[in-house]
């Protein structure tokens, strides 16, 4: 119980990390919608002022456009050696020289209004209004994977393993697991389809909409808001979502800059020198620094070191082992407890929930479900009873709404209740 409490401590503290953010030093005043990383360099693309550059942390700033035809740039991508700039009004661009010069790469395109690009192994997908297109030449020819897309106009796109997300406008989100060739509606639990940016963490998925954010943890099939008072999120649309060492960072119009170190369950804002309304459109990190593009106040920069975060790592209280499914819940979840967690004889140990405040809340067993193969042998470990993890459903349906802690011997994990 102490060391829970001690936990639960150190994780609160970290909201109250004084991250200080400041304007960049901007020689344009043309919104910020998105930005790219290459080596030291910064790029940002603009509604109007096509691609800068910084390499210097945004002290200062040069224009790189040359061979732009349009300076609307709605999307950059960093492709190996190569950096696309998707345009709204004249395709894809392409430079060879860290955006020194551009060239038009837009055989077989049938959009010149390009919302998204990503790099997806050897292969560039490009999102546009008029459907996808992959390329798998550098961005020489462009062939449209459009079967089963009901809506074309595609904002974001976004890679797990061998599953790929589109998020539509008007459409929702939709998967390929084939690389684009065909794709399904993944829709449920979505009040509105309007998409405006998609990210991975962990297992999980974020989908950031006009209606705020949405999380699910079975690969699209089933999303839940979690834009509320239980996970600290305001109910705003989401422009942006960044994903680095297991922090995910998200920007909400107008109200600031958020993130979440359990896979989007839980936020707490890091605003503090935020100008008032900030309308933030792109995330970025570059070494220690986050950048934030906005529409109305350039780019704004703070430190990451000064955030007094972690992401999941080998010291994280967190245990990785213990898995909570669902996550939020409503009704129960479910736990799997591995077998280092059990005692003579393979009995299962005390099973603990605790709120925020180290309170703890009595739960009952509904059921015991089911036993799954552990990749930990523990046929040679005494008091241990094969190699196998123990999986029991509880009830949370009378807990408050809230985040909570799990506590299984010596390992904790956190759920939200909804």
Not at 361 to 377: A, C, D, G
């Amino acid at each position: 119980m102490k060391k829970l409490k001690l936990i639960i401590i150190f994780l609160m503290s970290l909201n109250a990390a004084h991250t200080q953010w400041e304007q960049c030093t901007v020689t344009y005043g043309y919104p910020v919608k998105t930005m790219a990383v290459m080596g030291s360099n910064l790029y940002t693309g603009t509604f109007g002022g096509g691609v800068y550059l910084t390499s210097d942390n945004g002290e200062s700033w040069l224009e790189v456009n040359n061979g732009l035809t349009e300076t609307d740039v709605r999307s950059l991508a960093v492709h190996g050696n190569n950096l696309y700039a998707g345009t709204w009004g004249a395709g894809i661009f392409l430079s060879t020289d860290k955006g020194q010069s551009w060239s038009a790469v837009n055989s077989g395109l049938e959009s010149i209004y390009v919302a998204s690009i990503v790099s997806i192994g050897s292969n560039i997908m490009a999102g546009t209004y008029d459907g996808i297109f992959l390329s798998t030449d550098n961005g020489s020819s462009w062939t449209a994977y459009n079967n089963g897309l009901t809506i074309l106009y595609t904002k974001a796109i976004e890679v797990s393993g061998s599953n790929i997300y589109a998020g539509t406008w008007q459409g929702g989100v939709f998967l390929s697991t084939d690389n684009g060739a065909n794709w399904s509606t993944l829709n449920e639990g979505l009040p509105g389809k309007d998409i405006l940016s998609l990210a991975v963490i962990g297992s999980n998925i974020l989908a950031g909409t006009i209606n705020g954010l949405f999380l699910s943890t079975d690969n699209g099939l089933n999303w839940t808001a979690i834009n509320n008072e239980v996970t600290g999120l305001p109910n705003y649309k989401i422009e942006a979502l960044l994903v680095n060492e297991g922090i995910v960072y998200a920007g909400v119009y107008g109200k600031g800059i958020y993130y979440s170190t359990d896979n989007g369950l839980s936020w707490s804002q890091i605003n503090n020198g935020l100008p008032e309304n900030p309308l933030i459109l792109s995330l970025a990190i570059s070494g220690n620094n986050i950048y934030a593009g906005t529409g109305n106040f350039g780019v704004l920069r703070a430190k990451i070191s000064d955030f007094g975060i972690t992401g999941f790592s080998a010291d994280n209280p967190f245990a990785e082992d213990i898995k909570i499914t669902p996550n939020p819940a409503t009704d129960y979840i479910e736990v799997a407890i591995p077998p280092l967690e059990r005692g003579l004889g393979g009995v299962l140990p005390d099973v603990r929930v605790y709120d925020v405040l180290g309170i703890e809340h009595t739960v009952s067993t509904m059921s015991f479900l089911r036993k799954q193969e552990s990749p930990v042998n523990t046929d040679e470990i005494p008091g241990q009873a094969g190699n196998d993890s123990s999986i029991i459903r509880l009830d949370v349906s009378h807990l408050p709404p809230g985040v909570y802690y799990v506590q299984i011997g010596s390992r904790v994990q956190r759920f939200v209740k909804m």
